[in-house]
C-alpha cells in the first residue's frame, strides 16, 4: 500500500485506504495485534516534501495492565507529517532536532508504505497504561484471582505505620476508597 509522490497532483490528492496490518511484536515483548486500519486524509507537495494530514482509525487488541485480560480498544487519530525523501531532511551527523522537525517521516525512493506510517501512528497513541474498562478490578495481590470474575476473601493488607497519616488525611478529604 504505497503513496507515490509522483503521483500527487500539484493542487493535492485525497486518500482514503482500508487495509490490514499484521502482527507486530515490540522490543519488549510486547504484541500488538492491529485489525482492519483506515487511513482518510489529504497528501498535497509542499516545500519540504509531501504534506500528509490525515485521520487514523483502528481497532487494536491490548491486554490490561490491571487483570491481564485481552480487549480490543480504538486506536489513532488525526496527525500531520511532512514526508521527505532525502535523508538530508533529518541533518545527519546533528543530535537535536528542531521542534517542527519531529513530524518528518523518511520516504526511500519518492514512495512511502502507507502501512507503516499507520504502524507508527497507531503506536504512538496507544496509552501507556491500557485498561480494559475505567472500574476493572485488577488482581488480587494476595492470591492472584481475577477480581473482575471473582470476589475473593483475601483481607487487605495492613497499612505501613509510615503511611497511616496519609490514609488518615485521604479518609479525612473524603478521597475514593481503594483496594489494597
Known sequence: MFLDFSAIPADGLSVDRRFELAETTEADGE????????????????PRGVELEARLEAKVRLECSRCLEPFEAQAGGEFSLIIVSEAAEFGIGEMRLAPEDAMLFYADRGKVDLRQIAREQIHLNLPLKPVCRADCGGLCPTCG????????????????????????????????????
Do not use: W
Open 31 to 46: 504484541r500488538l495485534v492491529p485489525g482492519q486500519v483506515r487511513l482518510v486524509g489529504r497528501a498535497r507537495p509542499g
Open 145 to 180: 484471582v481475577n477480581r473482575n470474575r471473582i470476589e475473593c476473601s483475601c483481607q487487605p493488607a495492613e497499612v505501613d505505620p509510615r503511611l497511616a497519616p496519609l490514609l488518615a488525611l485521604k479518609k479525612k478529604m473524603g478521597g475514593p476508597s481503594s483496594r489494597s
